[in-house]
C-alpha cells in the first residue's frame, strides 16, 4: 500500500537558518503529494502541494518539489522564523478514484531566536 | 466559513462509557473523513464518506467504534464501551476531493478514557 516516509524530529533551529525536513514515498502510479502543518491546538492546515513530477509546490517561503526519480518530496525553506514553530506533516493521496490519504508521522520544529 | 466544526473540545471518561465525537463539515463539501492522531501511531484515517456514503472503514480499530453521517452537515464518531487506549486526538476533515484534493482539518477533539 501507500506509506509515507519522514525524518525523526524534534528539528530545533536559530531564527534565519536554512530549514530542510525530509520526506520520501511509496505508492503506485502518480500520486499527489502535500505538505501539511499543524500548530499547537490546531487542525493540520495545507501548507504546499504538487500533483505531478517535477511541480514544485511553494507557500509563505515553504517549496518542496515532486521528484518520481528518487520518490521524495523535501519540505525547504530558506530562513526560517519564530512563527515557523509547529509540526509538520508529509502526506499523499494515490491516484486513481481513492480518495485516502495517507500521512507521515510529522516532523516538530522548533526555532529559537 | 466557519471551517469545519468538531465538539466537544476535550472530553474526559470513564472506561466503559459511551462517548460520542461530533462533526459539521463545511458547506458543499461532499467528503468527510475522521482521523485519529497520537504519539505512538501518529496520524491513522478511521473511516471517511462520500456524499454521506460510508467508503473505506477499514481504520475503525474494531466494533466498539461506529461512525455515521445522516445527512451532508453531520457526522458523529462514537465509541462504546470506551477505553483507555482509545484515548487520543480525533480530527474531523472535509474536503471537495473530486475538485481540489485539500483537506480541511476540524480543531479536534482530545479524548481521554480513565
Known amino acids: 500500500g501507500n506509506s509515507v516516509t519522514q525524518m525523526e524530529g524534534p528539528v530545533t533551529l536559530s531564527e534565519e537558518a536554512f530549514l530542510t525536513i525530509n520526506c520520501t514515498y511509496t505508492?503506485?502510479?502518480?500520486?499527489?503529494l502535500f505538505w501539511y502543518v499543524q500548530y499547537p491546538g490546531e487542525g493540520l492546515q495545507l501548507l504546499l502541494k504538487a500533483t505531478k513530477a517535477d511541480d514544485k509546490g511553494s507557500n509563505k517561503g515553504f517549496e518542496a518539489t515532486y521528484r518520481k526519480e528518487t520518490t521524495s518530496f523535501h519540505l525547504e525553506k530558506g530562513s526560517v522564523q519564530v512563527s515557523d514553530s509547529a509540526v509538520y506533516f508529509c502526506?499523499?493521496?494515490?491516484?486513481?478514484?481513492?480518495?485516502?490519504?495517507?500521512f507521515g508521522t510529522g516532523t516538530k520544529l522548533q526555532v529559537i531566536p | 466559513d466557519a471551517g469545519v466544526i468538531q465538539s466537544p473540545r476535550h472530553e474526559v471518561t470513564e472506561m466503559g462509557q459511551e462517548v460520542t465525537l461530533r462533526c459539521k463539515p463545511i458547506?458543499?463539501?461532499?467528503?468527510l473523513f475522521w482521523y485519529r492522531q497520537t504519539m505512538m501511531r501518529g496520524l491513522e484515517l478511521l473511516i471517511y464518506f462520500n456524499n454521506n456514503v460510508p467508503i473505506d472503514d477499514s481504520g475503525m480499530p474494531e466494533d466498539r467504534f461506529s461512525a455515521k453521517m445522516p445527512n451532508a452537515s453531520f457526522s458523529t464518531l462514537k465509541i462504546q464501551p470506551s477505553e483507555p487506549r482509545d484515548s487520543a486526538v480525533y480530527f474531523c476533515a472535509s474536503s471537495e476531493m473530486d475538485r481540489d484534493e485539500k483537506l480541511f482539518f476540524g480543531s479536534g477533539t482530545q479524548l481521554s478514557v480513565l
Open positions: 505508492a503506485t502510479g502518480y500520486p499527489s
Open positions: 502526506a499523499l493521496k494515490g491516484s486513481g478514484g481513492y480518495q485516502k490519504v495517507t
Open positions: 458547506s458543499g463539501h461532499d467528503y
